[in-house]
T-cell receptor
Framework: DTEVTQTPKHLVMGMTNKKSLKCEQH?????MYWYKQKAKKPPELMFV???????INESVPSRFSPECPNSSLLNLHLHALQPEDSALYLC???????????????????FGPGTRLTVL | AQSVTQLGSHVSVSEGALVLLRCNYS??????LFWYVQYPNQGLQLLLK??????LVKGINGFEAEFKKSETSFHLTKPSAHMSDAAEYFC???????????FGSGTRLSIRP
């Protein structure tokens, strides 16, 4: 099973709302990722978690707050978003980060279907 | 810095024709290269990856790619296009010492009946 699930599939929120995106994988992967994808653009990395600890933050605004409650779950908490934050948010997971001694360098990232976010 | 360049933001071929999607990489160290496909309103699916084990890599759905170091290329091909191949294709690169994948700008493949 190479499935990464994301909920909700679609989300519409106002600029004053607080919402959360959820990502789940049951492949035993220890690295999880959040990407943001604007229309007709490639995905842009936002955050990387490794062994439930934040490993990379690509200078993402604080209105995006990631959380990794356990090795299978990854959340993205949203607060006071702007209309320009409207995008497809993709979650991915991999066995490891690809450069530690326990996982191969070519570790594959498996992507979920994404959450389509619209900020009004 | 590592990067990939995809030549052609849109490629259109007839059903049954050869598909060729171009990707060139810039790297000062051996790269790890990937092709992902994204169907409308879906996430990304790995088509194939180059691991330095073989220069010709076969992937899913009849796609393959050849790593050519002399040309710094990793073009994606399929002998005969199907209507179901219509999608966005991303070439990507990752250094051996990093977890971050750098995606190309993408190529939208259209198939004419």
């Amino acid at each position: 099973d190479t499935e990464v699930t994301q909920t909700p599939k679609h989300l519409v929120m106002g600029m004053t709302n607080k919402k959360s995106l959820k990502c789940e994988q049951h492949m035993g992967h220890r690295a999880m990722y959040w990407y943001k994808q604007k229309a007709k653009k490639p995905p842009e990395l936002m955050f990387v978690y490794s062994y439930e600890k934040l490993s990379i933050n690509e200078s993402v605004p604080s209105r995006f707050s990631p959380e990794c409650p356990n090795s299978s779950l990854l959340n993205l908490h949203l607060h006071a978003l702007q209309p320009e934050d409207s995008a497809l948010y993709l979650c991915a997971s991999s066995q490891g980060l690809g450069y530690d001694v326990y996982t191969p360098t070519t570790d594959t990232q498996y992507f979920g279907p994404g959450t389509r976010l619209t900020v009004l | 810095a590592q990067s990939v360049t995809q030549l052609g933001s849109h490629v259109s071929v007839s059903e049954g024709a050869l598909v060729l999607l171009r990707c060139n990489y810039s790297s000062s160290v051996p790269p790890y290269l990937f092709w992902y496909v994204q169907y409308p309103n879906q996430g990304l699916q790995l088509l194939l990856k180059y691991t330095s084990a073989a220069t010709l890599v076969k992937g899913i759905n009849g796609f393959e790619a050849e790593f050519k170091k002399s040309e710094t290329s990793f073009h994606l091909t399929k002998p005969s296009a199907h209507m179901s191949d219509a999608a966005e294709y991303f070439c990507a690169v990752r250094r051996s010492s990093a977890s971050k994948i750098i995606f190309g700008s993408g190529t939208r493949l259209s198939i004419r009946p």
